[in-house]
Every structure is written in structure tokens, then in C-alpha cells.
């Protein structure tokens, strides 16, 4: 990131004026920005606005808020409860998803003759996506894709699903590097909770550690490269390499 | 409980030594529990007060949603310790149950509740100590907690009571000046947006003496405001360096 970009933090009520040229850029805006009038806008959550030499357009990074189901996110959700031919799937969010059983079994679910519980059952961890959300009705899933489906193994954790942006990375630069280091391999969920599968338990601790570190220090520039220093010191420090220069 | 009233204003100088313009020493500060999707601690004086927010998260019981917003619920509470004397019963009161919705009323219009339709926002406000102005500085306090939690607002609310006593108009009561002034109007208002959210009066003001105690509150509501905004900074200042 260039140093020309300054960061400020933006609080509930901090206006900005906003010219018809400019454009607005950044994630869940519709959500971290209320229109006063025809130029103003009213920052609603704690944000983070970058100010560049660039007129041209604004930048803001909600610093908090909770998961809001969009149709085609990947999430990973828990079991909650068992209807007759669905289930109910927590996925993070003020709404609970459904997953049809129908869908995961991918033919037609006969309630009368098989127990849904063979498939999935309360506290089961799936990786799906949302297939319709609108607001009106709970969303609903699918598991109808590649790499999708009930977990078998690995460990979960959960981090504000605001800051996932953060461990993924521009272009996924973060995430590329946290697996090249710890050899592990995560699924991302974007509503905050992330998948582990690592061959060696200190790294999978060294991993977890790293992920908590991006999500404290989420609204800071140069993130990726004291990740990656941080990561090399915790292997050190755990024998896991030997110090180096 | 009444006993005789003491001297409340002596030689320009208050009960406990501020000016009629002064605020008490105020100390705040956000996401003190773990729990909680936002929480905040507002210190005002000797009054204490916790807030909590969770939200929002699914409607218990499913007929109260609403369609278009989040439904917001407030509870206030005073702690059995919270005041002096006798114990506070732990049951609800009359006046807990009516704070809780004037709270709840002071809020409501900075918070966008259509953004989350079919969801409750809740709200605990608990009061540890009091020493009077606990609805302000819950109403202080839950604000933070609100904006914590990452609840979308068009603006912090800030509160404050003004009040008369001994004749004089006084910023920012206590348990006593409450317990035998003439008049005692907290005001909570969203200074950014210009816009008062809760103004009650209860007492007798003339015209005049309520104009200029409305300025001060508002006055005093901007000092509050700021260190609000101060505490919220911090939090994510602290993390940079």
C-alpha cells in the first residue's frame, strides 16, 4: 500500500459530503452508509475511511457488523435442529438457513421411509452456499457444488466476519501465504468461520494464532508481511525451524 | 426517606464542590464483556452503569417480529446493591419497567432498524451504582454498546439531566440535588444530527429558566458526545500501535 493513503477512523454520525463525480467504494457500504440528502452521507458503524491523493473516489471499511447473507457466498454453518426433510443451519448471521435434505442427498427425500438424521445431525458442520436469500424468507442452501458438504475433519475457527476480506488478502495474497508457511489448508467461510486442515498440530496452533493477530489488527496497512514475520518467529520459537539470518 | 433538606448551593458552589455548569468526572469505556456482541461502561460521578447488546439475532417469540425492521428491546435494571439504605428488591419495578422504554424510545431513532428486518436488537442496561442521572448514563451507555456491537446508527445519542436547585440551574444532577431540587429535565439528543431523542421535565421551569437549561444540557451533551466518540476511537487506536 502506498503511503500517500492515509486512515482515519469513522464513527456513527461523522458526515461526509460526497461530490456526483465521486464514486464510493468498499464493502457493505449500502449497510456502513445512510444518505442524508443528495451529496451527504451519514457513516453508520465504526469504519475506516482512506484518503488518497486520489479525488476520485472514497474508500470505507466497516470495522464491525454482523454476516449478512448474499446469494453465491460459501458459508460454513452448524446443525441447530432437524426438521421431517430439512435442516436448520446456524450460519453466523441474525437468520437461520435452511438446507433441504432433498438437496444434500441430491434425489428426492422420502421422510416416511429414512431418518434425516443418517445424513446430518445437530451439531454437524457443513460447508454450503447460499442458493436464494431475500430477506423475506430464511436462506436457503446448497451443497450442490464442488468442495461443498458436511466436515469431517479439521478444526474450526470463528472470527468477526467482517474482517475476513483481511485473511483472504488482495488477490488472496494473505491466504496464499498463511498455507505456503503453516502447510495448511483452509476453507474460508465468509461469514467468519474458517476451516483448518493441517498435517502437524504445532502449525495448526501456530495457524490459529496468526488468524486471531489478522483479525485484532484487521484496520492496519501492512498486514500480510508481519503476518508472515510473526508466523516465522512463532516457528522458531516452537523449534520448528531454525532461526535464520 | 426525606429528612431535612440540606443547604444544596453555598457560596456559588454545589453539594459536592462543582460549579452550577460542571459535569461530574466521567469515565467510559466500550466492549468490557466477552459475551456480548457490544458492550459498554459508562462512569458519571459515583453512578455506574453497564450496557449490553446482542443483536441483532432471531426474534424469541417468533410473533413479536416485525417485517419491515428489527424490533428493539430495552431493559433496564437497577442492581439489589446499586443503591444505598435498604437492599432493591430484585423484581421489576414500575419505574425500572417505564425507564427501560423511555431508553428504548431515546434510541430508537438513531438506530436503522430496516436494515435487519425480521431480527431483535436487545439491549441490558444495569445499573451498578447509583447516584443519581442513571437513565442518562444509561442511555450514554447504550449507545456505545450499540455502536460496539456494529449496529448500523445514524448518529451517537448522548445524555445529560439539567435541573434547578436552590433556585439555580445546575448541569448534570446528583442523588441529592435530584432528591430535593425544584425541577430535574434529562435531555438525551443525537448532536450531529441536531436532534434532541428524549426531553422530560419533571418539576416546575419558567419559560426562560427551561430555555437556557436546555442550552446547557445540550452543552454538556456535546462534552459527553465527544468523549464518546474519544472512548470509541481508542479502542482501535490501541490495536496500531
Not at chain 1, 466436515?151 to 483472504?168: A, Q
Request: with cysteine.
Amino acid at each position: 500500500m502506498s503511503s500517500s493513503i492515509q486512515r482515519v477512523i469513522r464513527l456513527p454520525g461523522d458526515q461526509i459530503i460526497v461530490d456526483k463525480n465521486v464514486s464510493i467504494e468498499g464493502s457493505n457500504i449500502n449497510i456502513s452508509l445512510y444518505k442524508l440528502s443528495e451529496n451527504t452521507y451519514v457513516i453508520t458503524t465504526v469504519s475506516l475511511q482512506d484518503i488518497g491523493e486520489d479525488d476520485k473516489k472514497i474508500r470505507i471499511i466497516p470495522l464491525k457488523g454482523r454476516y449478512i447473507p448474499k446469494e453465491g457466498d460459501i458459508v460454513i454453518g452448524i446443525v441447530t435442529d432437524v426438521t421431517l426433510s430439512s435442516w436448520l443451519v446456524d450460519i453466523k448471521s441474525p437468520y437461520l438457513a435452511i438446507l433441504n435434505a432433498s438437496d444434500y442427498i441430491g434425489k428426492s427425500f422420502n421422510p416416511s421411509s429414512e431418518n434425516i438424521r443418517k445424513y446430518l445431525d445437530v451439531g454437524d458442520v457443513v460447508i454450503a452456499k447460499i442458493a436464494q436469500f431475500d430477506r423475506t424468507r430464511l436462506p436457503i442452501l446448497t451443497v450442490q457444488d464442488k468442495g461443498l458438504g458436511k466436515v469431517v475433519s479439521g478444526s474450526l475457527i470463528e472470527i468477526e466476519p467482517i474482517k475476513v476480506g483481511r485473511v483472504i488478502g488482495k488477490k488472496r495474497s494473505m491466504i496464499t501465504m498463511l498455507s505456503e508457511q503453516t502447510k495448511c489448508e483452509f476453507v474460508v467461510g465468509v461469514n467468519g468461520r474458517i476451516l483448518l486442515r493441517c498435517p502437524d498440530p504445532e502449525l495448526e496452533y501456530v495457524a490459529i494464532l496468526a488468524i486471531k493477530k489478522i483479525e485484532a489488527e484487521a484496520h492496519t496497512t501492512g498486514l500480510t508481511e508481519r503476518i508472515k514475520e510473526f508466523i516465522l518467529n512463532e516457528k522458531v520459537k516452537r523449534g520448528l525451524i531454525k532461526f535464520e539470518g | 426517606m426525606k429528612g431535612s433538606k440540606p443547604q444544596l448551593i453555598a457560596e456559588g458552589k454545589r453539594i459536592d464542590g462543582r460549579g452550577p455548569a460542571d459535569l461530574r468526572q466521567i469515565r467510559m469505556e466500550v466492549g468490557v464483556l466477552k459475551n456480548a456482541d457490544g458492550s459498554a461502561i459508562v462512569e458519571i460521578g459515583n453512578t455506574k452503569v453497564l450496557a449490553a447488546v446482542y443483536g441483532p439475532r432471531e426474534v424469541v417469540p417468533r410473533h413479536e417480529e416485525q417485517v419491515d425492521r428489527a424490533i428493539i428491546r430495552c431493559r433496564y435494571r437497577m442492581l439489589s446493591f446499586s443503591t444505598m439504605g435498604e437492599r432493591k428488591s430484585p423484581a421489576p419495578s414500575r419505574r425500572e419497567i417505564e425507564l427501560s422504554k423511555v431508553i428504548r424510545e431515546a434510541l430508537e431513532p438513531a438506530i436503522i432498524s430496516s436494515q435487519f428486518p425480521r431480527t431483535a436488537i436487545d439491549i441490558f442496561v444495569e445499573v451498578l451504582n447509583a447516584d443519581g442521572g442513571t437513565r442518562t448514563a444509561g442511555i450514554t451507555a447504550a449507545s456505545l454498546a450499540l455502536a460496539d456491537a456494529g449496529i448500523p446508527m445514524i448518529d451517537l445519542v448522548a445524555a445529560v439531566a439539567v435541573g434547578k436547585v436552590d433556585g439555580v440551574i445546575v448541569l448534570d444532577l446528583n442523588e441529592i440535588e435530584d432528591m430535593y431540587g425544584e425541577a430535574d429535565m434529562p435531555v438525551a439528543a443525537m448532536p450531529s444530527m441536531g436532534k434532541i431523542t428524549m426531553i422530560q421535565l419533571n418539576g416546575v421551569l419558567t419559560p426562560e429558566e427551561f430555555r437556557y437549561a436546555l442550552r446547557l444540557a445540550l452543552d454538556g451533551i456535546n462534552k459527553i458526545y465527544s468523549l464518546q466518540k474519544e472512548t470509541l476511537k481508542k479502542k482501535f487506536v490501541e490495536v496500531e500501535e
